[in-house]
Protein backbone atom coordinates (compact mmCIF):
# COMPACT_ATOMS: atom_id res chain seq x y z
CA UNK A 1 0.00 0.00 0.00
CA UNK A 2 1.06 3.22 -0.57
CA UNK A 3 -0.24 7.27 -0.46
CA UNK A 4 -0.27 7.48 -3.81
CA UNK A 5 -2.58 4.80 -4.54
CA UNK A 6 -4.91 5.80 -1.29
CA UNK A 7 -5.81 8.82 -2.45
CA UNK A 8 -6.08 7.92 -6.02
CA UNK A 9 -8.94 5.43 -4.78
CA UNK A 10 -11.02 8.74 -2.93
CA UNK A 11 -10.43 10.67 -5.79
CA UNK A 12 -11.90 7.82 -7.94
CA UNK A 13 -14.76 7.14 -5.34
CA UNK A 14 -13.50 3.81 -4.85
CA UNK A 15 -14.95 3.00 -1.08
CA UNK A 16 -11.91 3.35 1.60
CA UNK A 17 -11.44 0.62 3.70
CA UNK A 18 -10.25 -0.49 7.09
CA UNK A 19 -6.68 -1.63 5.52
CA UNK A 20 -6.15 1.54 3.67
CA UNK A 21 -7.31 3.83 6.45
CA UNK A 22 -5.28 2.64 9.01
CA UNK A 23 -2.09 2.32 6.76
CA UNK A 24 -2.95 6.55 5.76
CA UNK A 25 -3.78 7.19 9.11
CA UNK A 26 -0.45 5.43 10.89
CA UNK A 27 1.48 7.27 7.63
CA UNK A 28 0.47 10.34 9.17
CA UNK A 29 1.47 9.78 12.40
CA UNK A 30 4.85 8.17 11.43
CA UNK A 31 5.47 11.08 8.63
CA UNK A 32 5.90 9.04 5.85
CA UNK A 33 2.62 10.67 4.30
CA UNK A 34 4.06 13.59 3.50
CA UNK A 35 2.15 17.41 3.91
CA UNK A 36 1.28 17.60 0.11
CA UNK A 37 -0.06 13.56 -0.05
CA UNK A 38 -2.01 14.54 3.22
CA UNK A 39 -3.38 17.96 1.87
CA UNK A 40 -4.43 15.95 -1.59
CA UNK A 41 -6.04 13.51 0.50
CA UNK A 42 -7.94 15.93 2.66
CA UNK A 43 -8.94 17.83 -0.47
CA UNK A 44 -9.93 14.67 -2.38
CA UNK A 45 -12.56 13.63 0.75
CA UNK A 46 -13.91 16.94 0.88
CA UNK A 47 -14.79 17.35 -2.52
CA UNK A 48 -15.94 13.32 -3.15
CA UNK A 49 -16.55 12.28 1.06
CA UNK A 50 -16.19 8.82 1.72
CA UNK A 51 -19.11 7.44 2.40
CA UNK A 52 -20.73 6.16 6.25
CA UNK A 53 -18.31 2.78 6.17
CA UNK A 54 -15.31 5.11 5.27
CA UNK A 55 -15.90 7.75 7.80
CA UNK A 56 -15.94 5.39 10.51
CA UNK A 57 -12.87 3.13 9.43
CA UNK A 58 -10.90 6.57 8.90
CA UNK A 59 -12.25 8.02 12.67
CA UNK A 60 -10.98 4.07 14.16
CA UNK A 61 -7.80 4.66 12.45
CA UNK A 62 -7.11 8.03 13.71
CA UNK A 63 -7.67 6.66 17.00
CA UNK A 64 -5.83 3.43 16.93
CA UNK A 65 -2.78 5.97 15.85
CA UNK A 66 -1.82 6.80 19.03
CA UNK A 67 -2.09 5.50 22.99
CA UNK A 68 -5.72 5.19 24.33
CA UNK A 69 -6.36 6.32 27.61
CA UNK A 70 -7.62 4.26 30.47
CA UNK A 71 -8.98 5.49 33.20
CA UNK A 72 -9.58 4.01 36.97
CA UNK A 73 -11.40 6.93 38.81
CA UNK A 74 -14.48 7.09 41.52
CA UNK A 75 -16.30 8.88 38.83
CA UNK A 76 -17.41 9.41 35.13
CA UNK A 77 -14.49 10.45 32.44
CA UNK A 78 -16.92 12.79 29.98
CA UNK A 79 -16.21 15.73 27.88
CA UNK A 80 -17.81 18.19 25.39
CA UNK A 81 -16.65 19.05 21.97
CA UNK A 82 -17.59 22.26 19.57
CA UNK A 83 -17.37 21.63 15.66
CA UNK A 84 -15.61 24.96 15.93
CA UNK A 85 -17.19 28.85 16.06
CA UNK A 86 -16.55 32.62 16.48
CA UNK A 87 -16.21 34.00 20.54
CA UNK A 88 -16.94 30.65 21.49
CA UNK A 89 -15.42 30.37 24.89
CA UNK A 90 -17.77 27.39 26.19
CA UNK A 91 -14.95 25.29 27.23
CA UNK A 92 -12.80 27.13 29.81
CA UNK A 93 -16.08 27.36 31.91
CA UNK A 94 -17.73 24.08 31.23
CA UNK A 95 -14.80 21.98 31.91
CA UNK A 96 -14.01 22.86 35.53
CA UNK A 97 -18.14 23.30 36.18
CA UNK A 98 -18.25 19.47 35.29
CA UNK A 99 -15.30 18.81 37.50
CA UNK A 100 -17.69 20.51 40.11
CA UNK A 101 -19.80 18.39 39.87
CA UNK A 102 -18.07 15.27 40.35
CA UNK A 103 -17.06 14.39 36.73
CA UNK A 104 -13.61 14.02 35.96
CA UNK A 105 -13.12 15.85 32.47
CA UNK A 106 -10.16 14.90 29.83
CA UNK A 107 -10.53 17.94 27.52
CA UNK A 108 -7.86 17.54 24.45
CA UNK A 109 -8.78 20.62 22.18
CA UNK A 110 -7.46 21.66 19.29
CA UNK A 111 -6.37 25.23 18.14
CA UNK A 112 -7.42 27.63 15.60
CA UNK A 113 -8.94 25.89 12.70
CA UNK A 114 -9.65 28.17 9.55
CA UNK A 115 -11.81 30.96 10.73
CA UNK A 116 -12.49 29.82 13.84
CA UNK A 117 -10.63 29.99 17.19
CA UNK A 118 -9.40 26.65 19.25
CA UNK A 119 -9.42 26.17 22.78
CA UNK A 120 -5.34 25.70 23.07
CA UNK A 121 -4.82 29.34 21.37
CA UNK A 122 -6.74 31.07 23.96
CA UNK A 123 -5.76 28.94 27.07
CA UNK A 124 -1.74 29.56 25.75
CA UNK A 125 -2.91 33.39 25.77
CA UNK A 126 -2.43 32.51 29.70
CA UNK A 127 1.23 33.65 30.68
CA UNK A 128 3.25 30.18 31.17
CA UNK A 129 0.45 27.79 30.54
CA UNK A 130 1.69 24.24 28.90
CA UNK A 131 -0.82 22.80 27.00
CA UNK A 132 1.80 19.83 25.51
CA UNK A 133 1.54 17.54 28.90
CA UNK A 134 2.43 13.79 28.85
CA UNK A 135 -0.25 11.16 29.10
CA UNK A 136 0.97 10.10 32.77
CA UNK A 137 0.78 14.01 33.68
CA UNK A 138 -2.80 14.04 32.20
CA UNK A 139 -3.64 11.30 34.23
CA UNK A 140 -2.28 13.04 37.76
CA UNK A 141 -4.10 16.22 36.94
CA UNK A 142 -7.44 14.71 35.84
CA UNK A 143 -7.37 12.25 38.87
CA UNK A 144 -6.51 15.69 40.81
CA UNK A 145 -8.44 18.84 39.78
CA UNK A 146 -10.85 16.57 38.21
CA UNK A 147 -10.20 18.77 34.66
CA UNK A 148 -7.47 19.48 32.77
CA UNK A 149 -7.58 21.09 29.21
CA UNK A 150 -4.72 19.99 26.56
CA UNK A 151 -3.22 19.50 23.42
CA UNK A 152 -3.41 16.11 21.53
CA UNK A 153 0.16 15.35 22.69
CA UNK A 154 2.39 12.94 20.22
CA UNK A 155 0.64 10.12 22.33
CA UNK A 156 -3.24 10.82 21.32
CA UNK A 157 -4.45 10.57 18.11
CA UNK A 158 -1.04 11.74 16.13
CA UNK A 159 -2.66 11.52 12.66
CA UNK A 160 -5.18 14.03 13.55
CA UNK A 161 -2.82 16.61 14.89
CA UNK A 162 -0.74 16.03 11.88
CA UNK A 163 -3.90 16.21 9.19
CA UNK A 164 -5.67 19.28 11.57
CA UNK A 165 -2.99 21.41 11.07
CA UNK A 166 -2.63 20.70 7.05
CA UNK A 167 -6.54 21.05 7.05
CA UNK A 168 -5.98 24.56 8.30
CA UNK A 169 -4.16 25.99 5.98
CA UNK A 170 -5.38 24.19 2.52
CA UNK A 171 -9.26 24.76 3.15
CA UNK A 172 -10.02 21.56 3.40
CA UNK A 173 -12.24 21.86 6.73
CA UNK A 174 -15.58 21.80 5.24
CA UNK A 175 -16.39 18.43 5.46
CA UNK A 176 -18.31 16.07 7.37
CA UNK A 177 -16.34 13.39 7.09
CA UNK A 178 -13.05 15.24 8.19
CA UNK A 179 -14.54 16.76 10.89
CA UNK A 180 -16.32 13.65 12.02
CA UNK A 181 -12.71 11.57 12.15
CA UNK A 182 -11.33 14.76 13.56
CA UNK A 183 -13.03 14.77 16.48
CA UNK A 184 -14.06 11.42 17.11
CA UNK A 185 -10.04 10.65 17.04
CA UNK A 186 -9.43 12.43 19.77
CA UNK A 187 -12.55 11.96 21.87
CA UNK A 188 -12.61 8.12 21.47
CA UNK A 189 -8.55 8.04 22.40
CA UNK A 190 -9.18 9.68 25.83
CA UNK A 191 -11.31 7.17 26.64
CA UNK A 192 -14.34 8.92 27.84
CA UNK A 193 -17.59 7.11 28.85
CA UNK A 194 -19.78 9.78 27.30
CA UNK A 195 -19.61 12.91 25.17
CA UNK A 196 -21.92 16.25 24.06
CA UNK A 197 -20.98 17.52 20.77
CA UNK A 198 -21.87 21.35 20.26
CA UNK A 199 -22.53 21.68 16.47
CA UNK A 200 -22.63 24.70 15.29
CA UNK A 201 -24.87 26.44 12.91
CA UNK A 202 -24.65 29.37 10.79
CA UNK A 203 -22.38 32.12 9.03
CA UNK A 204 -19.49 31.78 11.70
CA UNK A 205 -19.79 28.02 11.77
CA UNK A 206 -18.38 25.46 9.37
CA UNK A 207 -21.94 24.04 8.31
CA UNK A 208 -24.27 27.07 7.27
CA UNK A 209 -27.44 25.53 7.24
CA UNK A 210 -29.68 23.48 9.60
CA UNK A 211 -29.50 20.76 7.58
CA UNK A 212 -25.97 20.26 6.83
CA UNK A 213 -25.22 20.80 10.43
CA UNK A 214 -27.97 18.01 11.65
CA UNK A 215 -26.01 15.96 9.12
CA UNK A 216 -23.00 16.65 11.13
CA UNK A 217 -24.50 16.06 14.03
CA UNK A 218 -25.65 12.84 13.06
CA UNK A 219 -22.74 11.55 11.84
CA UNK A 220 -20.98 12.38 15.18
CA UNK A 221 -23.63 10.77 17.38
CA UNK A 222 -24.11 7.99 15.16
CA UNK A 223 -20.33 6.88 15.11
CA UNK A 224 -19.36 7.85 18.89
CA UNK A 225 -22.14 5.65 20.07
CA UNK A 226 -21.43 2.73 17.84
CA UNK A 227 -17.92 2.99 19.12
CA UNK A 228 -19.33 2.95 22.94
CA UNK A 229 -19.50 6.57 24.13
CA UNK A 230 -22.99 7.38 25.20
CA UNK A 231 -22.86 10.79 22.89
CA UNK A 232 -25.67 13.54 21.74
CA UNK A 233 -25.41 16.68 20.13
CA UNK A 234 -26.80 20.42 20.60
CA UNK A 235 -27.30 22.32 17.53
CA UNK A 236 -26.10 25.94 18.58
CA UNK A 237 -26.79 29.24 16.78
CA UNK A 238 -23.01 30.81 14.70
CA UNK A 239 -24.73 33.47 13.24
CA UNK A 240 -23.30 35.76 15.86
CA UNK A 241 -20.45 35.60 18.05
CA UNK A 242 -21.52 33.75 20.63
CA UNK A 243 -19.59 35.78 23.38
CA UNK A 244 -19.24 39.34 22.76
CA UNK A 245 -15.14 39.15 21.74
CA UNK A 246 -13.31 37.44 19.13
CA UNK A 247 -9.66 36.68 19.93
CA UNK A 248 -7.71 34.48 22.02
CA UNK A 249 -6.79 36.90 25.73
CA UNK A 250 -9.93 38.44 24.44
CA UNK A 251 -12.22 35.62 25.20
CA UNK A 252 -10.62 34.10 28.20
CA UNK A 253 -11.15 37.76 29.38
CA UNK A 254 -15.17 37.14 28.90
CA UNK A 255 -14.94 33.50 30.21
CA UNK A 256 -13.51 34.25 32.90
CA UNK A 257 -15.81 37.69 33.96
CA UNK A 258 -18.42 35.13 33.58
CA UNK A 259 -16.92 32.39 35.51
CA UNK A 260 -16.78 34.33 38.77
CA UNK A 261 -19.75 36.33 38.18
CA UNK A 262 -17.75 39.86 37.11
CA UNK A 263 -19.80 40.09 34.34
CA UNK A 264 -21.65 37.00 33.12
CA UNK A 265 -22.69 37.04 29.20
CA UNK A 266 -25.80 35.48 29.05
CA UNK A 267 -25.58 33.48 25.41
CA UNK A 268 -22.33 31.87 26.60
CA UNK A 269 -23.91 31.01 30.07
CA UNK A 270 -26.88 29.80 28.36
CA UNK A 271 -25.25 27.36 25.81
CA UNK A 272 -22.53 26.46 28.68
CA UNK A 273 -25.57 25.42 31.04
CA UNK A 274 -27.41 23.70 28.36
CA UNK A 275 -24.37 21.82 27.18
CA UNK A 276 -23.36 20.56 30.54
CA UNK A 277 -26.59 19.27 31.77
CA UNK A 278 -26.59 17.04 29.50
CA UNK A 279 -23.69 15.94 29.83
CA UNK A 280 -24.17 15.33 33.51
CA UNK A 281 -27.08 13.09 32.30
CA UNK A 282 -25.52 11.01 30.28
CA UNK A 283 -22.83 10.45 33.00
CA UNK A 284 -25.78 9.52 35.36
CA UNK A 285 -24.64 12.34 37.38
CA UNK A 286 -28.11 14.18 37.01
CA UNK A 287 -32.02 12.54 36.79
CA UNK A 288 -32.84 15.19 34.27
CA UNK A 289 -31.47 18.01 32.20
CA UNK A 290 -33.11 20.46 34.79
CA UNK A 291 -31.37 18.94 37.54
CA UNK A 292 -28.32 19.29 35.42
CA UNK A 293 -28.77 22.73 35.22
CA UNK A 294 -29.67 23.46 38.70
CA UNK A 295 -26.20 21.59 40.00
CA UNK A 296 -23.82 23.67 36.78
CA UNK A 297 -26.06 26.78 37.89
CA UNK A 298 -24.87 25.97 41.30
CA UNK A 299 -21.34 25.21 40.55
CA UNK A 300 -20.55 28.35 38.47
CA UNK A 301 -22.43 30.97 41.06
CA UNK A 302 -20.59 29.47 44.42
CA UNK A 303 -17.33 29.63 42.82
CA UNK A 304 -16.26 26.02 43.01
CA UNK A 305 -15.91 25.81 39.20
CA UNK A 306 -13.69 28.89 39.15
CA UNK A 307 -11.98 27.17 41.90
CA UNK A 308 -11.43 23.85 39.76
CA UNK A 309 -10.48 26.42 36.39
CA UNK A 310 -7.92 28.40 39.00
CA UNK A 311 -6.13 25.48 40.37
CA UNK A 312 -5.96 23.50 36.60
CA UNK A 313 -4.30 26.90 35.27
CA UNK A 314 -1.86 27.02 38.49
CA UNK A 315 -0.79 23.48 37.56
CA UNK A 316 -0.30 23.46 34.02
CA UNK A 317 2.11 26.41 34.45
CA UNK A 318 -0.02 29.61 34.40
CA UNK A 319 -0.20 32.33 37.50
CA UNK A 320 -1.48 30.50 40.67
CA UNK A 321 -3.93 34.17 41.15
CA UNK A 322 -5.27 34.10 37.54
CA UNK A 323 -8.81 33.77 38.99
CA UNK A 324 -8.35 36.83 40.40
CA UNK A 325 -6.36 38.56 38.82
CA UNK A 326 -7.26 37.89 35.04
CA UNK A 327 -7.24 41.14 33.94
CA UNK A 328 -3.89 42.23 34.90
CA UNK A 329 -2.58 38.60 34.04
CA UNK A 330 -3.96 38.81 30.27
CA UNK A 331 -1.72 40.73 27.39
CA UNK A 332 -2.99 43.53 25.48
CA UNK A 333 -2.58 44.39 22.53
CA UNK A 334 -1.13 48.69 21.80
CA UNK A 335 -3.87 49.68 19.43
CA UNK A 336 -7.25 49.71 20.14
CA UNK A 337 -10.18 51.29 17.33
CA UNK A 338 -13.71 51.63 17.77
CA UNK A 339 -15.67 50.44 14.96
CA UNK A 340 -18.15 53.01 14.18
CA UNK A 341 -21.46 52.27 12.75
CA UNK A 342 -22.05 54.40 9.26
CA UNK A 343 -25.92 54.86 9.58
CA UNK A 344 -28.43 54.43 12.07
CA UNK A 345 -30.74 50.85 12.36
CA UNK A 346 -30.71 47.68 14.16
CA UNK A 347 -27.52 44.97 13.72
CA UNK A 348 -29.52 43.32 11.17
CA UNK A 349 -26.83 40.10 9.90
CA UNK A 350 -23.29 39.68 11.12
CA UNK A 351 -21.08 37.69 8.52
CA UNK A 352 -19.30 35.32 11.23
CA UNK A 353 -16.91 34.07 8.50
CA UNK A 354 -15.42 37.35 8.07
CA UNK A 355 -15.36 38.16 11.64
CA UNK A 356 -12.85 34.83 11.77
CA UNK A 357 -11.28 35.82 9.15
CA UNK A 358 -10.76 39.47 10.45
CA UNK A 359 -9.18 37.89 13.85
CA UNK A 360 -6.98 35.67 11.82
CA UNK A 361 -5.91 38.37 9.59
CA UNK A 362 -5.08 40.82 12.65
CA UNK A 363 -2.89 37.56 13.88
CA UNK A 364 -4.52 36.01 16.17
CA UNK A 365 -5.14 32.60 14.32
CA UNK A 366 -2.42 30.75 11.62
CA UNK A 367 -2.42 31.71 7.51
CA UNK A 368 -0.20 29.32 6.65
CA UNK A 369 1.30 26.29 8.73
CA UNK A 370 3.54 27.10 11.90
CA UNK A 371 2.74 31.06 11.77
CA UNK A 372 2.68 31.91 15.77
CA UNK A 373 -0.63 33.34 16.63
CA UNK A 374 -0.97 36.61 18.71
CA UNK A 375 -2.94 36.25 21.48
CA UNK A 376 -3.63 39.82 22.64
CA UNK A 377 -5.41 40.82 19.63
CA UNK A 378 -8.55 41.01 18.05
CA UNK A 379 -12.39 41.65 18.53
CA UNK A 380 -14.60 42.97 21.55
CA UNK A 381 -17.72 44.59 22.55
CA UNK A 382 -19.34 42.97 19.30
CA UNK A 383 -22.56 44.37 19.17
CA UNK A 384 -25.21 41.24 19.38
CA UNK A 385 -27.69 40.90 16.69
CA UNK A 386 -30.64 42.94 17.12
CA UNK A 387 -29.04 46.00 18.52
CA UNK A 388 -30.41 49.18 18.23
CA UNK A 389 -27.40 52.00 16.80
CA UNK A 390 -27.40 55.23 16.08
CA UNK A 391 -25.08 56.34 13.48
CA UNK A 392 -21.53 56.74 14.34
CA UNK A 393 -21.81 54.40 17.52
CA UNK A 394 -19.20 51.43 18.55
CA UNK A 395 -20.36 48.62 17.47
CA UNK A 396 -17.04 46.77 17.96
CA UNK A 397 -13.50 47.68 19.20
CA UNK A 398 -10.24 46.25 17.61
CA UNK A 399 -7.59 45.20 19.19
CA UNK A 400 -4.63 45.55 17.25
CA UNK A 401 -0.77 45.17 16.72
CA UNK A 402 -0.31 47.98 14.48
CA UNK A 403 -2.24 51.01 13.32
CA UNK A 404 -2.56 49.46 9.79
CA UNK A 405 -3.79 46.17 10.94
CA UNK A 406 -6.65 47.67 12.83
CA UNK A 407 -7.71 49.93 10.06
CA UNK A 408 -7.92 46.92 7.86
CA UNK A 409 -10.04 44.88 10.70
CA UNK A 410 -12.63 47.79 10.73
CA UNK A 411 -12.84 48.14 7.27
CA UNK A 412 -13.85 44.11 7.01
CA UNK A 413 -15.70 44.47 10.58
CA UNK A 414 -18.05 46.97 9.07
CA UNK A 415 -18.67 45.08 6.09
CA UNK A 416 -19.35 41.95 8.45
CA UNK A 417 -21.78 43.56 10.33
CA UNK A 418 -24.90 44.71 8.30
CA UNK A 419 -27.48 47.47 9.72
CA UNK A 420 -30.62 47.28 8.92
CA UNK A 421 -34.09 49.64 8.71
CA UNK A 422 -36.11 47.20 10.67
CA UNK A 423 -35.03 44.93 13.84
CA UNK A 424 -33.88 41.39 11.94
CA UNK A 425 -35.54 37.90 13.26
CA UNK A 426 -33.14 36.27 15.91
CA UNK A 427 -32.10 32.70 15.72
CA UNK A 428 -32.65 30.50 18.76
CA UNK A 429 -29.73 29.70 20.54
CA UNK A 430 -30.10 25.78 20.86
CA UNK A 431 -32.46 25.25 17.60
CA UNK A 432 -32.01 21.50 17.38
CA UNK A 433 -30.82 18.58 19.68
CA UNK A 434 -29.86 15.28 18.00
CA UNK A 435 -29.72 11.72 19.93
N1 LIG B 1 -12.73 20.35 15.87
C1 LIG B 1 -11.86 19.33 15.61
O1 LIG B 1 -11.23 18.82 16.52
N2 LIG B 1 -11.70 18.94 14.35
C2 LIG B 1 -12.39 19.47 13.32
O2 LIG B 1 -12.21 19.04 12.20
C3 LIG B 1 -13.30 20.53 13.58
C4 LIG B 1 -13.45 20.95 14.87
Not at 117 to 130: F, S, V
Not at 206 to 223: C, H, I, N, P, Y
Request: hydrophobic fraction near 45%; proline fraction near 5%.
Amino acid sequence: MDARSIIAQVRDRIPLDGHAAEWFARGLASGEVTDAQAGAFAMAVLLNGLGEAGRVALASAMRDSGKLLEWQLPGPVIDKHSTGGIGDCTSLLLAPALAACGAYVPMISGRGLGHTGGTLDKLEAIPGYRADVPVEELYALVADIGCAIVGATADIAPADRRLYAIRDVTSTVESIDLITASILSKKLAAGLEALVLDVKVGTGAFMKSGAEAEALAKSLVRTANDAGCRTMALITDMNQPLAASAGNALEVMEALATLTGDEINQRLWDVTIALGAEALVLADLAESARDGADQLGEALRSGRAAEHFGRMIAALGGPVDFVERYPDRLPAAPVMYGVHAQQAGFIGAIDGLAIGHAVVHLGGGRLKGGDAVNPSVGLSEIMPLGEPVEKGEVIARVHAATEDAAERACAAVVKAMKISAQPPEIPPLIPNRVT
